[in-house]
């Protein structure tokens, strides 16, 4: 039985992630108003989720025996665990969006930038947005609001009001 935005709550959700995956990437999309007032409240709990941990993290010394056999003590920066169960949390939430390759980039110069990312949409979403957010909220003393939406007007075919939300 259809329900909200006319899907089935398992569509509906999957419309949700693939959505809010490609606002907190690109930081604009152009949609339905009624999908975009939706979404809205589904980025901003998900932003608001990544700005309570985003600088969790917990520093630590490895000692490795290196390839000639010395010991060699490096230091190994990790998420705590309240950030790694915030991190998998949203991993549900979010469709993982892979990093694309420049139309001039040689393969090689994207695979030395990209193999350390496992996760871009994660590594996006808490070393750029969160961090972002959280500075505006310290300097303007409030939280929320994130996104904006502007409607457009009537769509030519089937005068859908259409929309278009992105991160402020």
């Known amino acids: 039985m259809p329900g909200k935005l006319g899907r089935t709550s398992e569509q509906r959700i999957a419309l949700l992630r693939n959505q809010a995956s490609e606002l907190l ?3 604009k999309i ?6 975009a007032k939706e979404l809205q409240s589904y980025v901003e709990k998900i932003i608001t989720k990544a700005m309570s941990v985003y ?3 917990e520093e630590s010394e490895v000692t490795k025996t290196d390839a000639k056999g010395k010991q060699v003590t490096e230091r ?3 998420d705590s665990a309240k950030k790694l169960a915030v991190r998998r ?3 549900a939430k979010l469709r993982d969006l892979q990093e694309v390759k420049g139309f001039t980039e040689k393969k090689s110069e994207y695979k030395a930038r990209t193999q350390d990312i496992q996760h871009p949409l994660m590594e996006k979403l808490f ?6 957010y959280a500075q505006r909220k310290e300097e ?8 904006r939406i502007y409607l457009l007007g009537e769509r030519r075919g089937d005068a859908a009001e259409e929309a278009i939300i992105e991160l402020v």
């Open 127 to 132: 070393n750029e947005i969160a961090p972002k």
């Open 25 to 27: 990437w690109y930081g």
């Open 76 to 78: 190994v920066v990790k």
């Open 140 to 147: 303007l003393g409030q939280g929320g609001g994130y996104t």
């Open 30 to 35: 152009k949609t339905t108003a009624a999908k």
């Open 89 to 91: 949390a949203l991993m």
């Open 55 to 57: 600088d969790l993290n």
